[in-house]
């Protein structure tokens, strides 16, 4: 998989892929990420970007030439699958969104800044917009990097343990049940006798019933999507 990342601060958006697992993602030749400095595709040797939006109002808007500049110059070496907008007037991030987006071959994340960009990028260009959540960020850098890490480690190869990203919260909408190494009592605290019985299908049945008890109380909402 090749991710373009197109930003405002690319050196905002660089750490996390830089360390643990996406870091061996890329080094494993796996997945390659490239980050694209809007600035360079400037209209001016003063890097102007944006501008201040028609009918008036606080804040500065992302302007369509750059972005078209940059975007158009991507697509004539290869083809994108998705060209995604990360903002948080969108669907928010769900497992099921990453789990889709880890087949994909190439996309184009776009991170808006300021008051975000002119509509008509979102009409022209983009495919699919994101959120994180329901908050705002200073910027989408950061949305773009939970983004990337939640698609590039479901890419097979990325996980060692190939069955651990099935079993992670969310992926069956329930939430990971808990987990114990040793030493199996420290300071009067013990850990739940079943975890050391080697009855592997008891094992399995308790730990999904604290799943479904976890989720239940914590996150209600999920049982019922
Ligand atoms: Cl994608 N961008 C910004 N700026 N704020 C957010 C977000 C994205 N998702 C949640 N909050």
């Not at 373009?4 to 750490?15: G, H, R």
């Not at 201040?52 to 070496?77: N, R």
């Not at 998705?82 to 969108?90: F, H, N, Q, R, S």
Request: with cysteine; charged share 25%.
């Amino acid at each position: 998989m090749r991710i373009d990342i197109i930003t405002v601060s690319p050196e905002l958006i660089k750490s996390p892929f830089e360390y643990s697992i996406i870091k061996r993602a890329i080094d494993k030749g796996i997945v390659e990420v490239h980050f694209h400095d809007l600035r360079k595709y400037a209209l001016n040797k003063y890097g102007k970007i944006d501008d201040y939006q028609f009918g008036g109002g606080a804040g500065m808007v992302l302007m369509i030439e750059p972005i078209d500049k940059c975007i158009s110059q991507l697509q004539a070496q290869r083809s994108y699958n998705e060209i995604i907008y990360m903002t948080p007037d969108a669907k928010t991030l769900n497992q099921q969104m990453a789990n889709k987006l880890s087949s994909a071959e190439n996309i184009i994340i776009l991170t808006g800044h300021y008051k975000g960009v002119d509509q008509r990028v979102r009409d022209k260009f983009i495919t699919q917009e994101i959120s994180i959540g329901d908050y705002v960020l200073s910027g989408g850098e950061l949305a773009a990097a939970v983004l990337s890490d939640a698609i590039i480690r479901l890419i097979p190869g990325v996980l060692g343990d190939e069955t651990s990203a099935l079993t992670d919260s969310f992926q069956d909408n329930l939430l990971a049940p808990p987990v114990y190494t040793r030493p199996a009592e420290y300071k009067d605290m013990k850990v739940p006798e079943i975890l050391l019985s080697g009855n592997f299908p008891k094992i399995e049945q308790w730990r999904h019933e604290k799943a479904l008890e976890r989720t239940k109380n914590i996150r209600p909402d999920l049982e019922k999507s």
